[in-house]
């Protein structure tokens, strides 16, 4: 056993040599170095030794698969030039024969091996892409699918208040003409103090109901920021609202009477105040 692991050994050792110097064709190696490693050969497959089919596939599975055609042109080469020159050795012959055919059935196997493994790692992918896929377009599904409950309810949401925004401002309307009904015996201060709340509560009702539509149609937090030109309308508002009080509280009721006064109410008035 000892001198069978001896001259295994021996055999990657030429093995290894065959590697170091790559052979291509006949013109890379003369008949002398062919003579040498036949003889090299010869030493190694004498007395009956058989290599080892086990040990052989380990050591090429340690090297790259582009050694496979070098190793395999080497040993053809020195195969061949042995049974041309020497062709009563047999045993030699039939070792290294053994040898260059254990090579070659080694690189088919790993080359299949790679092709297989490629084979699996592309499924892989593939499997794990469609996997990736499938999951997406489950999420969609999912998505569609909420959209698709919600949307009777925003339906119902919306239509429900473009109801409260005509009845608003169908009320805002029914009220205003009511005032401007009995304009000539309404005061002007109550009549600008009414109007001026009737156009807060309508205008600030029918912006917070149409924003709150825009909102369940878009769900955009950037547009829920109040709108400056409600601001500024709620400001105007607010100034006519106070001036009117202010007025009112200085006496400016008086004068502003008296412009619709008639020149004849106001000589009447006057005469009544002589006698």
């Not at 050994?9 to 790559?22: G, I, N, R, T, V």
């Amino acid at each position: 056993m000892d001198k069978e692991q001896e001259k295994m050994d021996a055999l990657f050792q030429l093995l290894d040599e065959l590697l170091e110097y790559p052979i291509e064709t006949s013109d890379d190696i003369s008949d002398a170095e062919l003579e040498t490693y036949f003889k090299k050969f010869s030493r190694i497959y004498c007395n009956k030794f058989r290599h080892w089919y086990s040990l052989i596939s380990d050591y090429l599975g340690k090297r790259t698969p582009d050694v496979y055609s070098t190793l395999d042109n080497g040993l053809r080469l020195i195969a061949d030039y042995g049974k041309r020159v020497h062709p009563k050795s047999d045993e030699v012959n039939a070792g290294i024969d053994k040898l260059l055919d254990h090579v070659d059935l080694e690189s088919v196997r790993i080359d299949r091996m790679e092709a297989v493994r490629c084979f699996t790692d592309e499924t892989k992918n593939l499997y794990a892409a469609t996997v990736q896929s499938s999951s997406d377009a489950q999420n969609k599904a999912m998505e569609v699918q909420k959209n698709v409950e919600h949307y009777h309810e925003q339906s119902v949401s919306i239509l429900g208040i473009f109801s409260a925004v005509v009845l608003a401002f169908m009320g805002g309307i029914s009220f205003s003409s009511s005032v401007l009904a009995n304009f000539a015996s309404v005061s002007m201060f109550r009549l600008i103090i009414t109007i001026v709340l009737l156009g807060f509560v309508v205008f600030n009702a029918l912006f917070i109901l149409l924003r709150f539509v825009l909102h369940i149609v878009y769900s955009d937090p950037t547009k829920k920021k109040t709108s400056r030109g409600m601001i500024a309308l709620n400001i105007a508002l607010a100034v006519i609202l106070v001036g009117t009080i202010g007025a009112y509280i200085f006496g400016a009721g008086t004068t502003i009477e008296s412009w619709g006064a008639t020149p004849e109410k106001t000589s009447t008035s006057t005469c009544e105040a002589n006698s």
